[in-house]
T-cell receptor
Framework: RKEVEQDPGPFNVPEGATVAFNCTYS??????FFWYRQDCRKEPKLLMS???SGNEDGRFTAQLNRASQYISLLIRDSKLSDSATYLC?????????????FGSGTRLQVQP | SQTIHQWPATLVQPVGSPLSLECTVE??????LYWYRQAAGRGLQLLFY??????ISSEVPQNLSASRPQDRQFILSSKKLLLSDSGFYLC????????????FGNGTRLTVT
């Protein structure tokens, strides 16, 4: 079983739609969580950290469900510029491994 | 503010040739440093990470090696490249606290021919 799993998509949505992605993680001791955005042939860029109480940044909302071991990303009022691959990232701090684990990403295509 | 520099941006190398990719971070001290590789259409694979000068942890067996000769310098090397080494190589840094995110360099696109 993969440590961090995401639906690869693609999610094809019209402009203005609301879309949500989930990401499940296997290590219950994971301490910190992030969403990254990666455009084609570019480096991943931090979109937002995910806090226990949930957090919002403009049209983007991130939530954490520790009981079910998943995080989610909600995008409201989708723009064409939101088209990208969204990567879920988990920090498994109890392993002594000072590295973050990436999901394979969910591809979003917003259509006019 | 902190910045990360990675070079070169693109590289075409023949099979069997050596490789050296360099990454430097500015504006912070004692960062954790990372090398990732991304094959075309695939996810990110962690290759190496370092929590201090001379300290290298390897994630997967391969013909690549990494070194950290200075606090903010991280080098990825190979003595002889394979075709399978082609990919998008990304250097990244983060603070050592557990809730710090990763910050990536612009990446090096390596094609082994």
């Amino acid at each position: 079983r993969k440590e961090v799993e995401q639906d690869p998509g693609p999610f094809n949505v019209p402009e203005g739609a609301t879309v949500a992605f989930n990401c499940t993680y296997s290590n219950s001791a994971s301490q910190s969580f992030f969403w990254y955005r990666q455009d084609c042939r570019k480096e991943p860029k931090l979109l937002m950290s995910v806090y226990s109480s949930g957090n919002e940044d403009g049209r983007f909302t991130a939530q954490l469900n520790r009981a079910s071991q998943y995080i989610s990303l909600l995008i409201r009022d989708s723009k064409l510029s939101d088209s990208a691959t969204y990567l879920c990232v988990v920090n498994e701090s109890d392993t002594g491994r000072r590295a973050l684990t990436f999901g394979s990403g969910t591809r979003l295509q917003v259509q006019p | 503010s902190q910045t990360i520099h990675q070079w070169p941006a693109t590289l075409v190398q023949p099979v069997g040739s050596p490789l050296s990719l360099e990454c430097t971070v500015e504006g912070t001290s004692n960062p954790n440093l990372y090398w990732y590789r991304q094959a075309a259409g695939r996810g990110l694979q962690l290759l190496f990470y370092s929590v201090g000068i001379g300290q290298i942890s390897s994630e997967v067996p391969q013909n690549l090696s990494a070194s950290r000769p200075q606090d903010r310098q991280f080098i990825l090397s190979s003595k002889k490249l394979l075709l399978s080494d082609s990919g998008f190589y990304l250097c990244a840094w983060r603070r050592s606290s557990y809730n710090s995110p990763l910050h990536f360099g612009n990446g090096t696109r390596l094609t082994v021919t």
